[in-house]
């Protein structure tokens, strides 16, 4: 099992930047990959980044791609989430996710084993 604790959220002006963290505790995190997702208010649960155990593998949707970059440092336990040139549509929480099987990426909630509790962004336009 796996405890993911995010930070690094906040209030942001449109075309600005936020660095968002992800640290993990308890099981090996090298052995999970890793995602980011968001939910505005009255919407699903949407995929915004994933990587492979290793970090060498990336995947994003095409409304962050070129915007957004996910990475992972294995030593520090740790996933992060590089985001720029912010839009007030990438105003959600965001939630770092662990895959528990063997998958190599993971892009929908139903493949993830274990949550964090979630950052808010606020993008002002």
């Known amino acids: 099992q796996v405890q993911l604790v995010e930070s690094g959220g906040g209030l942001v002006q449109a075309g600005g930047s936020l660095r968002l963290s992800c640290a993990a505790s308890g099981r090996a995190f090298s052995s999970y990959a890793m995602a980011w997702f968001r939910q505005a208010p009255g919407q699903e649960r949407e995929f915004v980044a994933a990587?492979?155990?290793?970090?060498?593998?990336?995947y994003y949707p095409h409304s962050v791609r070129g915007r957004f970059t996910i990475s992972r440092d294995n030593a520090k336990n740790t996933v992060y989430l590089q985001m720029n040139s912010l839009k007030p549509e990438d105003t959600a929480v965001y939630y770092c996710?662990?895959?528990?099987?063997?998958?190599?990426?993971?892009?929908?909630?139903?493949?993830?084993?274990?949550w964090g509790q979630g950052t808010q962004v606020t993008v002002s336009s």
């Open positions: 996710a662990a895959d528990d099987s063997m998958r190599v990426l993971s892009t929908t909630p139903t493949q993830i084993d274990y």
């Open positions: 990587i492979n155990r290793s970090g060498s593998v990336t």
